[in-house]
C-alpha cells in the first residue's frame, strides 16, 4: 500500500509499525512503500583494512565508535539540509531529501550539505581515534524511487530503495578511480538529473570536498550540523564498553560475507514505474516475498553454519554465513552456499514458495569473500549497531565485508555466476575449484564460476565420496554418503 513519505519513515521503527499492526492500522503480510521523487545522497568511509578487522576489543569498540561518529555527522547535516537516512549498510550511507522536481536552488542547498557533512565527519572521526587514516566519498543524484520498509531477519530499521536515482551513485562510488570512480575526498554529481532527463545516462561533475569553506551558507550550515551533532551525542552515548548493557556491543564473528544480486530487477522496477500504479503495486509484493528469500535459504546450510542478516542494499541480499569450524568450512562452502542460492530460485525450494514467478526472470549474481584463515584477520567480521534519527541500524566491517561487495559490484558478470576472492579459491578442495577462471576485470583479486560448472564439479566431488555436508539440492541429484565432519583425500 502506497503512503507517504514522511509516514513510511515513521513506520521504519520497528516498534512504531508493530503498533500500527496492534491497533488494526495494519495487516501483518503488507509491506508500506512510496513512490516519491527527491535527491539520493550516498557517502562511502574508506578505513584501513587493519583498523576494520579488530584485532582487540578495545579496538572494535574503537571501529564502532568511528562509524557512530561518522553516522552521528550524517544525522547532524541532515537535520538542517532536510535530508533523512534511509540505509546504513556499514560505512556506505545513503540520505534521501523528498522534492517533487529538481529545483537548483535546493540542490544548491544540498550540496553545501554535503560539505558541512564532511567537515564535521572529519573533525568527529578524530576526535574519536586522533591519527586515524580515512577517506570520505560521496555521490549525488535526483529522481524516482521506490521505497519500502526492510523485513526479514535483520534488525536494522533501514528503508530500502528501488529505481535508476537510488542505484547510479552506488554503482559510481563502486568504481575504482582509474574506472571513473570518485576520487577520496570529492563528491559526484548527475548533472543530467538536474533540471533536465533523470532516465538519461549520467553526467558526473566532480566536486571537492577538502577545498577551504568560503561560502558564508555552507559555514552557517557547519555551525549549525556542530550544534545539532552535540544534541545527538548528548542524547546517546552507547559504545563505551559496558559488560551490564552489551546491546550495542561490537561482536567478533567469523565466517563468509555472502551477497546476493537480483540481475535484471532494475529493469523490471523501470518498466513498472512506466506502466502505472498496478505495476507498481505487483512490483513491490513480489519484492516483500523476495526479502525473505534469505529465511527459506538459512534451512538449506549445513549443521555448523548459521546465517547472520543485514538489510537489503537495494535489490541485493547481505548476509553472513558463520562457522562453528571456519577451517573445515572453507574448503566446501562457498560452493556449496553457492549452488543452494541459485537452485533456490529456480523452482520450489526452501520454504515452498514458488521464488521463480516473484523473480520473473531475474537472476542471482553471487558474490562470496572469507579469507585466508590466520593471516590479518581474514575470515572475521566485526558487526553491531549503530543510532541515527530514533533508529537502530546493524552494521559490519571488516576485510570480508569491502571484498564482497567489491566482488558483487564488479564488472563483467553475467546472471547465476559466483564470485569468490582468490584466498577462498585457494581454501577450496582441489577439485571444487575447477568450475572457476579468472575475472576478466579484476583477475588480482576474485575468480568467477557459472552456476552450471559448479553443480556439475559439486556432482562429480560427492559421487567420489569426498564431502559429507548433508544434501539440500535433491533436484540437481547431488548425494552425500555420510554427515561426518568434511575430510580431504
Not at 425 to 454: T, V, W
Request: charged share 25%; aromatic share 8%.
Amino acid at each position: 500500500m502506497q503512503i507517504p513519505f514522511g509516514q513510511l519513515i515513521a513506520f521504519a521503527s520497528r516498534r512504531t509499525f508493530q503498533e500500527a499492526i496492534a491497533n488494526r492500522r495494519w495487516e501483518v503480510g503488507e509491506v508500506p512503500y512510496s513512490d516519491v521523487r527527491g535527491y539520493h545522497l550516498y557517502s562511502d568511509l574508506g578505513l584501513r583494512l587493519a583498523i576494520s578487522a579488530a584485532e582487540s576489543d578495545e579496538a572494535a569498540y574503537r571501529n564502532l565508535q568511528i562509524l557512530q561518529a561518522y553516522v552521528s555527522a550524517a544525522e547532524s547535516a541532515g537535520e538542517v539540509t532536510g535530508m533523512t537516512f534511509l540505509e546504513v549498510q556499514g560505512r556506505r550511507l545513503h540520505l534521501f531529501r523528498e522534492a517533487a522536481s529538481a529545483d537548483d536552488e535546493l540542490a544548491e542547498e544540498v550540496r553545501r550539505g554535503c560539505r558541512a557533512f564532511y567537515e564535521l565527519a572529519r573533525r568527529k572521526i578524530l576526535d574519536v581515534a586522533p591519527g586515524t587514516e580515512f577517506t570520505i566519498r560521496m555521490a549525488l543524484d535526483y529522481g524516482r524511487a521506490i521505497l519500502l520498509r526492510s523485513v526479514g531477519d535483520d534488525v536494522s530499521e533501514s528503508i530500502v530503495s528501488l529505481g535508476n536515482a537510488a542505484n547510479r551513485p552506488a554503482k559510481k562510488l563502486a568504481r575504482d578511480v582509474d574506472r571513473s570512480g570518485v576520487p577520496a575526498g570529492y563528491l559526484a554529481i548527475n548533472e543530467t538529473a538536474f533540471g533536465q532527463d533523470e532516465n538519461q545516462p549520467p553526467v558526473w561533475r566532480l566536486v571537492d570536498l577538502t577545498a577551504p569553506i568560503v561560502s558564508r551558507k555552507t559555514d552557517d550550515l557547519l555551525g549549525e550540523s556542530m550544534v545539532a551533532f552535540s544534541a545527538i551525542e548528548n542524547r546517546a552515548r552507547p559504545f563505551e564498553p559496558n559488560p551490564h548493557n552489551p546491546v550495542n556491543a561490537p561482536r567478533k564473528r567469523r565466517g563468509f560475507m555472502f551477497r546476493a544480486d537480483l540481475d535484471g530487477f532494475s529493469s523490471r522496477v523501470s518498466d513498472a514505474m512506466s506502466s502505472g500504479a498496478d505495476a507498481i503495486s505487483s512490483l513491490v509484493a513480489d519484492f516483500q516475498v523476495l526479502m525473505s528469500y534469505p529465511v527459506a535459504f538459512k534451512d538449506t546450510l549445513p549443521d555448523g553454519v548459521s546465517v547472520v542478516a543485514f538489510p537489503w542494499a537495494g535489490d541485493c541480499a547481505n548476509l553472513l554465513l558463520e562457522c562453528d569450524d571456519y577451517a573445515v568450512e572453507r574448503t566446501y562452502l562457498p560452493n556449496r552456499a553457492a549452488i543452494n542460492w541459485h537452485d533456490q530460485g529456480r523452482g520450489l525450494a526452501g520454504n515452498g514458495t514458488d521464488w521463480r514467478s516473484r523473480m520473473r526472470g531475474s537472476k542471482w549474481l553471487v558474490a562470496i569473500a572469507g579469507g585466508e584463515q590466520v593471516e590479518k584477520e581474514h575470515g572475521f567480521i566485526l558487526t553491531g549497531n549503530v543510532l541515527a534519527s530514533g533508529r537502530t541500524f546493524h552494521v559490519g566491517s571488516g576485510w570480508s565485508w569491502q571484498r564482497s561487495l567489491d566482488a558483487e559490484q564488479s564488472t563483467g558478470t553475467r546472471p547465476e555466476d559466483t564470485v569468490i576472492h582468490n584466498e577462498d579459491y585457494g581454501g577450496l578442495d582441489e577439485p571444487l575449484r575447477r568450475p572457476y577462471s579468472e575475472h576478466a576485470a579484476q583477475p588480482a583479486l576474485f575468480k568467477i564460476a557459472p552456476f552450471d560448472r559448479l553443480v556439475k564439479a559439486q556432482r562429480d566431488h560427492d559421487d567420489k565420496g569426498r564431502v559429507s555436508v548433508p544434501a539440500t539440492v535433491p533436484s540437481l541429484g547431488i548425494k552425500v554418503n555420510s554427515p561426518r565432519p568434511y575430510v580431504s583425500h
